[in-house]
């Protein structure tokens, strides 16, 4: 039996350190950010749970929300940014300096190229899709609280892009994304 599943995939606000290649650090929001990510969602609910990235710059939001209207918070490691290795923690500038060619090829195609001793793009796919699945099949609306590698992820696969078309896909901070998924019963599970 079909069923439709709303989600709204949510980026984080801005976070310390400005634009870097936070990847898996586990770093803060601003209060810019948490300002950003508050005026995103607005004071309307319509979610029966808020899935979330471990990592604070989500976690702590997708916590407070839940707090404020009572809702379900589940804490899902696969959501957690792409790690970028060497990368971590700089910027695109810093690293035109030091790891010019490997940045380059990366941005080119991030499928065949990953961050310098980074993790590729298919592990995050697996890793996100594995959650996307789990997601939609015990939810009937979820706000996923993550950050833009993920929501890259998911939206190539809706959209039937390749992976290595996805660093073309804005996904600004404090971005909201919604997506309705019809889903089908087969065997007695929803895929």
Known sequence: ??????????????????QRYCGTTDILLTAAGW??????????????????????????????????????????????EMHFGAWEGR???????????????????????????????VALQSRVMAAWRDATAQCRAALI????GPIRTILCHLRGVSLAESLQI???LASLWHMQIQTAAVRGATV
């Open 1 to 18: 039996m079909a069923r439709t599943v709303d989600i709204d995939l949510l980026r984080h606000g801005e976070t310390e350190g400005g």
């Open 35 to 80: 300002d950003q990510m508050w005026g995103t969602v607005g004071n309307e609910c319509h979610w029966d749970v808020v899935v979330s990235s471990p990592l604070k710059r989500c976690a702590e939001f997708a916590r407070a929300l839940a707090q404020r209207h009572s809702l379900e918070l589940q804490i899902d490691e696969r959501l957690r």
């Open 91 to 121: 910027n695109a500038a810093e690293l035109m300096q030091t790891d010019a060619d490997n940045l380059t090829r990366f941005w080119r195609d991030p499928v065949r190229h990953s961050p310098t001793d980074g993790e590729s793009v």
């Open 145 to 148: 609280v993550t950050h833009g």
């Open 170 to 172: 804005d996904v600004p």
